[in-house]
């Protein structure tokens, strides 16, 4: 029996004490099976299933294919920034929803709902024609209308990973213009010249901002979004990487499995296993984490 239980350090960002403690208890022992687990912290065989289950949901395990399926923990600096980067967009999500019921009560002209599919397509339509400058997308699914980009005008897209689940969405995204890659994209949203934002709420209302507090909550959401997502488009560099090993590192920093990677790359995993090595060594890094950091560093991700 495993007894020993250190203190917990990651409850401040929504980690349940037995989920940290299973989880460190992969750190003690990575490439563990779920019956390996339940001998090693003495739990029953459905609490352990249950909070594996927990840790894939939040990002601090991965598991591998075949059987027995043995589990990975997540190098804890990645996993701790991620969780810390949702709990900022959640409390950004929060305060959201206040403004919005503020705006409601004080400033009743402050917004403008639109309801039903038709009207939605056509407000999407005539606010990214009438852009000048900057159109900033955060992007994730379900889609109920397709974009129609204004020519001329520069976009800044932010994908939700499961949006680019082939090789194709990612093509197409890179093709799209200067656009980034980030797990669990909190909500979508349009802005158009940082002046108006177009906001869903539900698969047939949106609500439009103008200039307000919450259209300025919104945009320093977004940035703070920007900066911790991963590049689709990698830098032209002289470095020590390819274009190819860029894009390749990018989608390991923003959290895929070697498998996620080949899939969405269309290559074969070994192919990635064996790029990733070559990463590795050109970086003179030892993990994937110090790869990104170097790599990041060194500009060959910006």
């Known amino acids: 029996m495993h007894s020993y239980r250190p203190a917990p350090v990651l409850e401040a960002l ?9 989880y460190r208890a992969l750190l003690a022992r990575p490439e563990s099976t779920a019956t390996d687990l339940t001998a090693f912290v003495d739990w029953p065989a459905n609490r352990v299933g249950r909070h594996l289950r927990s840790l894939l949901s939040l ?6 294919p075949g059987r027995p399926a043995r589990y990975l923990p997540a190098v804890p600096e990645a996993a701790v920034e991620l969780l810390a980067l949702r709990r900022q967009a959640a409390i950004v999500e929060a305060r959201l929803g206040a403004s919005v019921l503020t705006a409601e009560f004080r400033q009743p002209d402050a917004f403008t709902v ?7 397509a ?14 900033l997308v955060l992007d994730r699914m379900p889609y109920a209308v397709e974009p129609r980009r204004a020519h001329g005008v520069t976009y800044r897209t932010i994908y939700d990973m499961a949006s680019l689940s082939e090789p194709g969405d990612l093509i ?7 656009c980034r890659m980030l797990r669990d ?5 349009i802005v158009v010249d940082r002046r108006t934002a177009l906001l869903p709420t539900a698969s047939d209302v949106i609500v439009e901002l103008g200039p307000s ?10 940035d703070l979004l920007w900066q911790q997502a991963s590049p689709l488009t990698p830098a032209v560099s002289e470095g020590p990487l390819t ?3 860029q894009q390749l590192l990018s989608l390991a920093a923003a959290g895929l499995t070697d498998q996620a990677i080949a899939r969405r790359l269309g290559v074969a995993q070994r192919t990635v296993e064996r790029r990733m090595q070559r990463i590795l060594k050109a970086l003179d890094a030892t993990t994937r984490f110090q790869a990104g950091l170097r790599a990041g560093q060194r500009g060959l991700l910006a």
């Open 213 to 222: 507090s919450l259209l300025d909550a919104l945009l320093r959401l977004f």
């Open 172 to 178: 197409a995204a890179r093709s799209a213009g200067c």
């Open 122 to 135: 056509q407000r999407f339509y005539q606010a990214q024609q009438c852009a000048q400058d900057e159109v």
């Open 59 to 64: 990002g601090l395990a991965s598991r591998t």
């Open 114 to 120: 639109i309801r039903g599919a038709e009207a939605i």
């Open 14 to 22: 929504g980690v349940c004490s037995e989920d940290e403690q299973l």
């Open 185 to 189: 994209v909190p909500l979508k949203l």
């Open 243 to 245: 274009s190819e090993d």
